[in-house]
């Protein structure tokens, strides 16, 4: 059974800092793709930041430049560093992982995309 499960979320004030982590397990793809999207109340789920096997990686305009995810492939988990955070930020935070292990062109613009996800993490950014 796949399972993700993130951790990290927090208040903080406006300018402050978080890690999320995304623990995954159970999935059966060595090479695969994972990312993080964000949902704030009354609006569509959005892709925030995606990494590849290769660690390449992909971000959201708004998150550029604040924000960082990286992996451990040791530890089968996924972090996103978030800097300079923003009233706007706020939101419950995904981690998500292709259920083929495969994803297409855009994928953080697809959040109905067939992903597995966690159960999301609350971020609150006060001003």
């Known amino acids: 059974e796949v399972e993700l499960v993130e951790s990290g979320g927090g208040s903080v004030q406006a300018g402050g800092s978080l890690r999320l982590s995304c623990a995954l397990s159970?999935?059966?793809?060595?090479?695969?793709?994972m990312g993080w999207f964000r949902q704030a109340p009354g609006k569509e789920r959005e892709g925030v930041a995606s990494?590849?096997?290769?660690?390449?990686?992909d971000y959201a305009d708004s998150v550029k430049g604040r924000f960082a995810i990286s992996k451990d492939n040791a530890k089968n988990t996924l972090y996103l560093r978030m800097n300079s955070l923003k009233p706007e930020d706020t939101a419950m935070y995904f981690c998500?992982?292709?259920?083929?292990?495969?994803?297409?062109?855009?994928?953080?613009?697809?959040?109905?995309?067939?992903?597995?996800w966690g159960q999301g993490t609350q971020v609150t950014v006060s001003s």
């Open positions: 998500a992982a292709p259920v083929t292990g495969r994803i297409i062109l855009g994928w953080l613009d697809l959040p109905h995309y067939n992903n597995y």
């Open positions: 159970g999935y059966p793809y060595p090479y695969y793709v």
């Open positions: 990494i590849d096997s290769d660690g390449d990686t």
